[in-house]
């Protein structure tokens, strides 16, 4: 189940393989969509264009405005998390084929499809740009490249981490462990370099610029700004 901001509208999965509108104000069922095989599970909202992904028949399927669709190229198992990202302006997939991919919402082509060897949860770590995987069914957290898919570093945990989230306080991902009762924080460290790049230019004497500049060139327009009153 997920909110359309814009629609203001609710979208609910059922296992009758329809896919239910509901106005969030009130609560009546404006329209159903019929999706074969669709699951359960799988419903997120992405919202830069305001749609709603679902997944069914092995693809990855998109309501926009009314409109049912499959995303061409998106075959794929029932998806575990989806992510909008920000860095990027695409929509991130982990899937149960243990693909990590990014989907360009403009003209729904592939631009990322790897293997991180796992699938689960994900949370965008704003601080370093990193995507964090928590494996779904080992303790094992990667963190992957926005900018191309590469895996740059896994980090072992104590148990599974069955949910991720970005702490914007400390600019740390924190994960839950639930057979240990545990929490599990990751706190990333960024290292950058500063450039200096010296800068060319030409002195200009003290009051000498504007109209006062010697190669000051007089415009022929007039520029008049004025209210308009009714």
């Known amino acids: ?11 609910i999965t059922t296992d009758a393989e329809l896919l ?13 969509y019929n999706i074969p095989d669709l699951k359960q599970s799988s419903i997120f909202y992405e919202p830069v264009n305001e749609a709603i992904y679902v997944y069914a028949q092995t693809q990855l399927w998109k309501i926009d405005n009314g409109l049912t669709q499959s995303v061409p190229g998106m075959t794929m198992s029932e998806f575990v998390d ?17 693909r990590f991919r990014s989907l360009n919402l403009t003209d729904n082509s592939i631009n990322i499809d790897r293997n991180p060897s ?51 306080e400390d600019k740390s991902i924190w994960t839950l462990q639930p057979s240990i009762s545990n929490i599990f924080i990751i706190k990333p460290t ?22 006062l500049d010697p190669n000051y060139v007089k415009p022929t327009e007039l520029w008049l700004k004025a209210y308009e009153c009714v």
């Open 20 to 32: 239910l509108r509901i106005n969030g104000a009130t609560r009546d069922i404006q329209t159903s």
């Open 190 to 211: 960024v290292n950058s370099t500063v450039e200096i790049i010296g800068a060319t230019g030409s002195l200009i004497d003290e009051g000498q610029f504007g109209t």
């Open 1 to 11: 189940m997920v909110y359309n901001e814009f629609e203001k509208d609710i979208y």
């Open 118 to 168: 796992i699938y689960g949860r994900m949370a965008l770590n704003q601080y370093d740009g990193g995507v964090y995987l928590a494996s779904d069914t080992t303790n094992k957290v990667c963190v992957i490249d926005s900018a191309n898919g590469m895996s740059i570093h896994t980090e072992t945990t104590q148990a599974v981490n069955k949910r991720i989230i970005y702490n914007p």
């Open 82 to 98: 989806v992510i909008y990202n920000n860095l990027t302006g695409e929509m991130n997939v982990s899937d149960k084929t243990f």
